[in-house]
C-alpha cells in the first residue's frame, strides 16, 4: 500500500507565505507524478498544480507567479510553495501522486487533505 502525508497548513494573513510538504510512503517502485489539489466550501476540488519526474510542471491560473511546486525524488516528497496568499486560496489541499508499486500496478493515490486557511 502507498501513504501521501501532507502538512504545513494552516492560518495565515493576506500577503503570507505557506510551504506545504507531501511525504510518499510504502511499497513504492516509482512515482510518475505528483500534484496538488484543493477544495473550497461548496466548490468542486481543483487542480492547483503538478510536477512529473522530469522536473516539468504546470499550474492552475490563479495560482501562477505565486505558488511553486517542485518535488524530492529521493525523498519521495513534493513541496508546495505558496506566496502572497489571498483569501480565496482558503481551502483543503489535497496531495496526489501516480505510483508505480511492487508488482508494477500504477495507480493515482490521495493524502487526507490539510486546511489552509486565509484571513486576517
Known amino acids: 500500500q502507498v501513504q501521501l502525508v501532507e502538512s504545513g497548513g494552516g492560518l495565515v494573513q493576506p500577503g503570507g507565505s505557506l510551504r506545504l510538504s507531501c511525504a510518499a510512503s510504502?511499497?513504492?517502485?516509482?512515482?510518475?507524478?505528483m500534484g496538488w489539489y484543493r477544495q473550497a466550501p461548496g466548490k468542486q476540488r481543483e487542480l492547483v498544480a503538478g510536477?512529473?519526474?522530469?522536473?516539468?510542471?504546470n499550474y492552475a491560473d490563479s495560482v501562477k507567479g505565486r505558488f511553486t511546486i517542485s518535488g524530492d525524488n529521493a525523498k519521495k516528497t513534493a513541496y508546495l510553495q505558496m506566496s502572497s496568499l489571498k483569501p480565496e486560496d482558503t481551502a483543503v489541499y489535497y496531495c496526489?501522486?501516480?505510483?508505480?508499486?511492487?508488482?508494477?500496478?500504477?495507480?493515482?493515490?490521495w493524502g487526507q487533505g490539510t486546511q489552509v486557511t486565509v484571513s486576517s
Open positions: 496526489n501522486a501516480d505510483v508505480t508499486t511492487e508488482g508494477w500496478r500504477t495507480s493515482r493515490y
Open positions: 510504502g511499497s513504492i517502485v516509482s512515482i510518475t507524478r
Open positions: 510536477v512529473i519526474s522530469g522536473g516539468t510542471t
